[in-house]
């Protein structure tokens, strides 16, 4: 199987098993004995779960995979997706604001996965990972290298 197939394997199975492991583990604690009433510390049954799970609970995440140019002219150091810009956790360079050895200049094809709303990773067919944090309320780039 090609890297690419793994990835969009895992991405459309991941939500799948979290919600079925949610579902799970929600039956497991109504058939445990959570008290749906707080009266008797007894089991309520089906009902009890219903009535204290919220849609969030059972909300599943969203983890996203696109295909991705990494600018890298100037080092690997910011990604923007969509209109949340991202800085590298560890920037990386050759010493001389380029990209290190290995990495293609000006930019290097691979893929993004959005994680969450503040947390980002590009890979790539090299073997490359770069993990990013969002940078809440940024507007533009840090730096716009030449």
């Given amino acids: 199987m090609t890297r690419q197939a793994v990835r969009t394997?895992?991405?459309?199975?991941l939500p799948l098993a979290v919600?079925?492991?949610a579902g799970c583990a929600s039956g497991?604690?109504?058939?445990?004995?959570?008290?749906?009433?707080?009266?008797?510390?007894?089991?309520?049954?089906?009902e009890a779960v219903r009535a204290t799970a919220t849609p969030t609970a059972w909300a599943t995440p969203t983890v996203r995979t696109i295909p991705f140019e990494l600018y890298t002219h100037c080092g690997i150091e910011?990604?923007?997706?969509g209109s949340t810009y991202f800085e590298a956790v560890?920037?990386?360079?050759?010493?001389a604001g380029h990209p290190p050895e290995g990495w293609d200049d000006p930019s290097q094809q691979g893929w993004m996965t959005v994680v969450?709303?503040?947390q980002a990773?590009?890979?790539?067919?090299?073997?490359?990972?770069?993990?990013f944090r969002a940078r809440p309320g940024a507007?533009?780039?840090?730096?716009?290298c030449d």
């Fill in 28 to 46: 497991a604690s109504g058939a445990s004995g959570a008290s749906g009433d707080g009266g008797d510390g007894g089991d309520d049954g089906p």
């Fill in 116 to 118: 969450s709303d503040t």
């Fill in 9 to 13: 394997t895992l991405t459309l199975t």
């Fill in 78 to 81: 910011e990604a923007r997706v």
């Fill in 90 to 95: 560890t920037p990386l360079s050759d010493g």
């Fill in 121 to 131: 990773v590009f890979t790539d067919d090299a073997g490359h990972e770069v993990s």
């Fill in 19 to 21: 919600c079925v492991l």
């Fill in 139 to 144: 507007t533009d780039f840090k730096r716009i």
